[in-house]
């Protein structure tokens, strides 16, 4: 009798231990992940954006150079997340557009699945809409740059400055359609993404032109209504990177101004990096995303189990010390 009873012991932990796979599960959970970068961010506006002058920079490809920020950036998220969410970047950004160009490929709804998925869009636009007009007056006056220094040789002062004062309405009509461009923009940019959107201020290249006071004034006196602009009308539509503080007295340390060009140099891009770096982290961004929970026992191996012990606990108090009577008799 114990013999059969031990017998059916082992087939019963026999069958219990065969079937324990079927009897562990681990079941599907939603996990929310805080991160410091977005997991899908995006680069829009003009030449600043997509690294012009760079290494590696082509008019039709914004991944090839590596020094660009929004390459520096792309290459630390793809390591910082890839155990989390993965990364992905994406840049629009187009040389020589200006801010009237921007909207029209926002209007042309080409960039709407990016940006229905996208968490972060971080926008540099409007250096061409200004810029522009100063460096088109300013080569029209003869000056040139040799061995990193401007050349004044042979131009009016006087005509110079007098030139600037006519082509301040010209100026002030840019500044106003940008302010209208920039509104319809970051609108646009809110209907059709729920990623953050942020918008860069502009630098002056022109503070270096310290022998030119005249440019030096009236460029500071338009960029920071330009800036301007771009801070009142934040209010929720999208975050400031103050890229003009960051760059304030460095232009030259900071840009290709030596040789005639505005743009951002290696040294410059890095900083552009960390001041969006700064404002993502400010911003914060939540990823959740579907994970296997802790192995745990299903009801059917609870149920098993329960019987087991039971079945046991009973041939414990009630069989075997009826056996033990028996043999004793």
Avoid: W
């Avoid at 562990?24 to 899908?40: C, F, G, Q, W």
């Avoid at 032109?209 to 999208?238: C, G, H, L, P, Q």
Wanted: proline content about 2%.
């Amino acid at each position: 009798m114990i013999k059969k009873m031990f017998t059916v012991a082992v087939c019963f932990f026999s069958v219990l231990g065969f079937s324990s796979c079927s009897m562990i599960k681990r079941d599907l959970v939603e996990t929310s992940y805080n991160l410091e970068a977005p997991p899908h961010m995006m680069f829009l506006g003009d030449s600043i954006a997509a690294g012009y002058g760079l290494d590696g920079y082509t008019l039709d490809d914004n991944y090839s150079c590596p020094d660009s920020y929004a390459n520096i950036l792309k290459k630390r998220y793809e390591t910082e997340l890839s155990e989390i969410s993965g990364h992905k970047m994406q840049n629009f950004a187009v040389s020589g557009d200006t801010s009237s160009d921007l909207l029209k490929l926002l209007n042309s709804e080409k960039l709407d699945s990016a940006l229905n998925e996208t968490d972060a869009v971080v926008v540099s636009i409007g250096g061409n809409d200004l810029l522009g007009i100063f460096f088109d007056l300013i080569k029209s006056l003869g000056v040139t740059i040799e061995n990193g220094s401007i050349d004044l040789s042979g131009i009016d002062i006087f005509k110079a400055a007098s030139a600037f004062v006519a082509m301040e309405d010209e100026i002030d009509n840019a500044l106003a359609n940008f302010e209208t461009n920039l509104k319809e923009i970051s609108s646009l940019l809110n209907s059709k993404t729920n990623g953050v959107i942020y918008i860069q201020t502009l630098y002056n290249p022109l503070e270096t032109f310290t022998d030119f006071s005249v440019v030096v004034e009236f460029s500071n006196e338009k960029i920071n209504r330009f800036n301007e602009i771009i801070k009142t009308n934040a209010s929720d539509r999208y975050t400031v990177i103050d890229i003009a503080s960051d760059f304030n007295g460095k232009c030259a340390e900071l840009t290709r101004i030596s040789n005639f060009d505005i743009h951002p140099n290696e040294k410059g891009h890095k900083v552009i990096a960390e001041s969006v770096d700064k404002a993502f982290a400010q911003t914060g961004f939540t990823y959740t995303k579907q994970e296997y929970g802790e192995p745990h026992l299903t009801l059917t191996a609870i149920m098993l189990i329960i019987v087991g012990l039971c079945s046991m606990l009973v041939v414990v108090l009630f069989i075997i010390p009826k056996l033990f009577k028996k043999y004793e008799e």
